[in-house]
C-alpha cells in the first residue's frame, strides 16, 4: 500500500508515472531494452530526451531564446558555476532568504564581488523580504524563488531593469505559472517537482552564453560545453531525464501548470486555513509570503512533536518532520502530492489535536 | 522480446535486475514508495545506500583505508578533480592510451604541470605502451585500465612506486580481479559495468584525501566535501545507486569478479578466436593488449560495414557499429552481456561471411 509521502526530496511521484515506468523497465516500448540500457547516442534514446526537453518548454511556456540543459551535481553545483560562467563585470548581488541561499552566496564569494542586498535572516527567514532597486552595472541578481526548509516563496518578482534575474527554482519549478521571459537564468535540481534526483535542469538565455567563462573554470562547469553538444558533452543522467520526461507529460495531462497551479493552491490553502483557524497549530510564516510546496507548523507543545510523528506514521502520513532549523513539523505537498493526501493530513491534525491538544 | 545489446555504454544489464527494479518501482519492499521518491535522509534509504557500498567494497576486494564516493557528472568531472585536489607539488604523468585518455590530459594541463610519459598514438592506440619508471616526485601517474573506442586494456599495471597510481576504471571496473591496493585513486562512470549513467564511483586512499585542493576547487569538486559526508553534502542521485547496487549484488550472487572473470574471459575468447581464424573479420589490436570489454573488428570490405549492421539488426543484435576513430564494428561485452549473446553474434558473423565474404 502507498504512503502518503510529505518529504521534502527526494519527493512523491505520480502514481501513473511510476506505474508506467515499471511497465515499461525490461522493455521499452519494444525496443528490446530498458531506457537504463540505451546509448545516449541512439535514435529511440534522442527521442525520449527531445520529448522531454519539448515537454519542458511547453510547461514552463519557456520563449525563444532560451536554451535548456540537463546537468548533473545540483543546484549546489549550479553555486558554483553562475559566479565562474557569468562574472564578466565582477560584480553580483544575491537575495538571501535562507539556507539555500547562503550557501549559494557563500560559494558565489569565492569567484565574485557578492553584495547581499536583501535578507530576512533577522526573523528566521520566515518572511520575503523587500528588494531594493539594483545597480545596472551588476553581472545578476540571485534569488531563491520558493525556501523549502523556511517554507517561503517570492509572490512577486523584483524588477530588475537590464540586470539578468537568476533563480533557483528547485522547490517551486512547474508548480505555478512564471513568466519565464523575467528571469536570465532559472535552475532546479528534478528531485521536487520533476523526478528523481540526479539531473539539474537549467533554462539559460542565449545572451548569458556569450560570457567568457573565468579561465579556471572546469570543462563540465562551463555552460557553453553542454549548450553546444546538446546536453550530451559526456553521458547525461539518461534514465532521469526519461523520467522527468513522463512527470511533464504527466503535469501537461492534468492541463499544463496552470492546472497544477490551481490544485496546489486548493491543496496548500486547505492546510494553511486548517492551521490559521487552530489554536494548537500554528504557521511561523508571514502569510503573503507562504510557500505552496513547504508548509512548516508548529504545535503548541513541541513536547508533543515525537508523538504526533509516529502517529502519523503509523496512519501512512510520513516524512513530516520539519528542518532543525525550523522545528515542528513541514509538509511538502509538491505537484504529485494528491488532494487526499492533504485532506488525510488535515484529518489526521483535527484528530490528534482532539485527543492531545 | 529482448535484443542483444552491444552498446558501449549505457550498456546491457542484467535482466533480474530489471525485472527486480520494475517489480520494486511503486513500492520498496513495503515502504509506500518508490525508492525515486525516498528523502536521501531516510533510514530506509540510507540501508539501500549502505547496501550498495558494502557489495562494491566486497566485489571490488577494497583494502581497509580507502573511501569510497558515489558522485556526480562522469569521468570527464574527473578530468578536472583530479588536478584540482592532488597537485600539491604541481607535475603529474599521464599515460596516453586514446580518446578518454586525451581528455583526461588536456584537461589536467589546465591545473598542473602534466608530463604524458608514454603512449600508443603512433599505432591509433592499438596496443599499450611501455611505462617507463616515473619520477618520484610527481603528485600522481593517470592511466585508463580500458579503453573503450580502442579495445585495449592493461593487463599489468605500472609500477609507480610511492607515487600514486589513479585510473580511470570505467569500462572494466568490477569485470576482472584487480589488486585494489596497487591504486591510490579509481574512478569510474557507473554506466558500462555498473549500472545507469548518472553516478560516478571514486575509490580513493586516505591519505590523498589530506591533500589540500587548490584554492579555486569548487566546494562540489572537493573529494573531503563527499568524503566528510558520506556522499551526501547534497543530494546523491540515490535511485541509480539503488541500481547500483542490485548490479553488485548481481555480481556477488555469480561468485564475485572472480566468476564474472572467469565468464568475461570465456566470452571474449570465444569471439577473439572466432575473429582470429577468420580471413574476413580483424582485430586491429595487439594480442596482449585486447580489452575483455570492448572488442572492435573489421570487415574485409567496408563497403559491407551498412549491411552487416542492418541485417544484426534485425536479427537482434543491435548497436555494433563501431566507433568513428577506428571505423569497423565494435561488440561490447560487458559483464552482464549472457555468453549466449556473444554465441549469437559469432554464428551471426559466421553466417554474413558465408554470405557475403
Redesign the interface.
Known amino acids: 500500500?502507498?504512503?502518503f509521502?510529505f518529504?521534502?526530496?527526494?519527493?512523491?511521484?505520480p502514481?501513473d508515472v511510476?506505474?508506467k515506468?515499471?511497465?515499461e523497465?525490461?522493455?521499452y516500448k519494444g525496443?528490446?531494452?530498458?531506457v537504463?540500457?540505451?546509448?545516449?547516442r541512439?535514435k529511440v534514446y534522442q527521442q525520449i530526451f527531445d520529448t522531454a526537453e519539448e515537454a519542458l518548454r511547453k510547461a514552463l511556456q519557456i520563449p525563444e531564446g532560451y536554451k535548456v540543459l540537463f546537468l548533473?551535481?545540483?543546484?549546489?553545483?549550479q553555486?558554483?558555476?553562475i559566479p565562474?560562467n557569468l562574472a564578466t563585470k565582477g560584480k553580483a548581488a544575491y537575495v538571501n532568504t535562507g539556507a539555500w541561499s547562503k550557501k549559494a552566496i557563500e560559494?558565489a564569494k569565492?569567484y565574485i564581488d557578492t553584495d547581499v542586498i536583501a535578507s530576512s535572516a533577522d526573523k528566521n527567514f520566515t518572511y520575503i523580504p523587500e528588494v531594493p532597486a539594483v545597480d545596472q552595472s551588476l553581472d545578476y541578481l540571485h534569488i531563491t524563488t520558493n525556501n523549502t526548509i523556511f517554507g517561503t516563496k517570492f509572490s512577486r518578482l523584483p524588477n530588475t531593469g537590464n540586470v539578468p534575474l537568476v533563480a533557483d527554482m528547485s522547490s517551486n519549478i512547474a508548480s505555478e505559472v512564471m513568466d519565464m521571459s523575467r528571469f536570465a537564468l532559472v535552475y532546479a535540481?528534478a528531485?521536487k517537482n520533476l523526478?528523481?534526483?540526479?539531473?539539474t535542469i537549467v533554462v539559460i538565455r542565449d545572451d548569458l552564453l556569450e560570457r567568457a567563462p573565468k579561465e579556471?573554470t572546469?570543462?563540465?562547469?562551463r555552460y557553453t560545453t553542454h549548450s553546444e553538444n546538446g546536453s550530451m558533452?559526456?553521458?547525461?543522467?539518461?534514465?532521469?531525464i526519461y523520467?522527468i520526461g513522463l512527470v511533464l507529460e504527466w503535469i501537461l495531462a492534468q492541463g499544463g501548470v496552470a492546472a497544477v497551479e490551481k490544485a496546489n493552491r486548493e491543496k496548500a490553502a486547505m492546510l494553511y486555513d486548517f492551521i490559521d483557524q487552530s489554536g494548537f497549530y500554528s504557521s511561523p510564516v508571514r502569510k503573503e509570503d507562504r510557500s505552496l510546496m513547504n508548509v512548516p507548523f508548529i504545535l503548541a507543545d513541541s513536547a508533543l512533536d515525537a508523538d504526533f510523528l509516529s502517529q502519523a506514521t503509523a496512519a501512512?502520513l510520513?516524512?513530516l518532520k520539519g528542518h532543525r532549523s525550523v522545528g515542528g513539523m513541514r509538509a511538502s505537498i509538491y505537484n504529485a502530492m494528491p488532494k487526499e493526501g492533504v485532506a488525510a493530513l488535515v484529518d489526521f491534525m483535527k484528530d490528534f489535536e482532539k485527543k492531545r491538544g
Open positions: 500500500m502507498r504512503v509521502n518529504a521534502a526530496g527526494p519527493a512523491v511521484l502514481e511510476l506505474a515506468a515499471g511497465a523497465m525490461s522493455d525496443s528490446g531494452m530498458s537504463m540500457e540505451m546509448s545516449h541512439s548533473q551535481g545540483g543546484a549546489s553545483t553555486f558554483a558555476m565562474l560559494e569565492r535540481g528531485q523526478g528523481p534526483a540526479g539531473a579556471i572546469p570543462t563540465m562547469l558533452f559526456n553521458t547525461p543522467p539518461c534514465y532521469t523520467i501512512g510520513v516524512n
